[in-house]
């Protein structure tokens, strides 16, 4: 049966329109701002062209926050596909209670960070912090881990991953149902009896297309931290936790400068893009491998 030309319109005509309304025209919108010197609440803006980028290319303030979400996105990524894999592998070796560690684990997912930042604040607190105390019990000096110009920024990591491994989790879980049984018998069979070569040559190799999928969405998912900077730090200490989102949030909604923000919003679209680009390209060569 032949499909009409008018059919696959209305087929597909519904999901076109809310990727156009939804998608396509608020980032023209935003792409048309960022050309602009529009200020929120301002009746007139004046059209100025690409000065806003060149004046970004020379923010200083935002070259570091630049550096800071592609330090804290490396961090989280790699630290919550490490353990989000270790524990996979725990939960799958261990059938008894496997449905409570999976609950365990996604539970910081499911979470609302806001509710769960005033535990994180009592934890880091310097004074009676659960974290100083348990350094002291060893003999080490309490740290200020959220005011400290070196700590800040690993200490929302260590958040971070904290959040995310309970989705990678979850992922490696679905990943490795995808491993055919067979495989594991055949490699028993070929004398692969030890734990460690069964997981270095037949496990590991078989998550690859998984582990790149976490790998793309724990990255994309840490250059939209916003919320664990916003409430715990503020950027500081001297813009040392200042990240891309939370500098877009303060130029538009602090300081009003809604075309500056637009410029902003338009390089970090276009970082999420590039990684999701660099992704795709991964998977079409594993495909062609």
Known sequence: MRIKPLQILLLLGPSMLLTLLLLVLPLAVVAA??????QFGASAMNWIGLNNYVSL????????????????????????????????LLIESHHSLRAVYRTAFFLPVASTFIAM????????????GFINHVLAWFGAAKRNWLKDYDLSLIS?????????????????????KTIPTELRHASLLDG???????LFHLTLPMLRPTTLFVVTICGIRSLQVFDTVHVLTQGG??????????????????FLRMGYAATM???????????????????AKRGRG
Not at 265 to 273: E, G, L, P, S
């Open 156 to 176: 929302l990591a260590i958040i971070g991953i904290w959040q995310m491994s309970g989705l990678a989790v979850v992922m490696f879980l679905a990943g490795l």
């Open 33 to 38: 701002m960022s050309l602009t010197d529009w």
């Open 237 to 254: 200490p001297n813009k040392a936790t200042e990240v891309m989102l939370h500098l877009i949030y303060t130029e538009g909604f602090g």
């Open 265 to 283: 919003t338009v390089v970090f679209v276009a970082c999420i893009f590039v990684l999701t680009l660099l992704q795709q390209a991964a998977m």
């Open 57 to 88: 290319w020379r923010d200083e303030t935002f070259h570091k926050a630049f550096a800071n979400t592609l330090i804290y996105m490396v961090l989280v990524s790699l630290g919550s596909v490490a353990i989000g894999l270790g524990a996979a």
């Open 192 to 198: 692969m009896t030890r734990p460690a070569d069964r």
């Open 117 to 128: 930042a005033v535990v994180w604040q009592f934890l880091m607190n310097p004074n009676i």
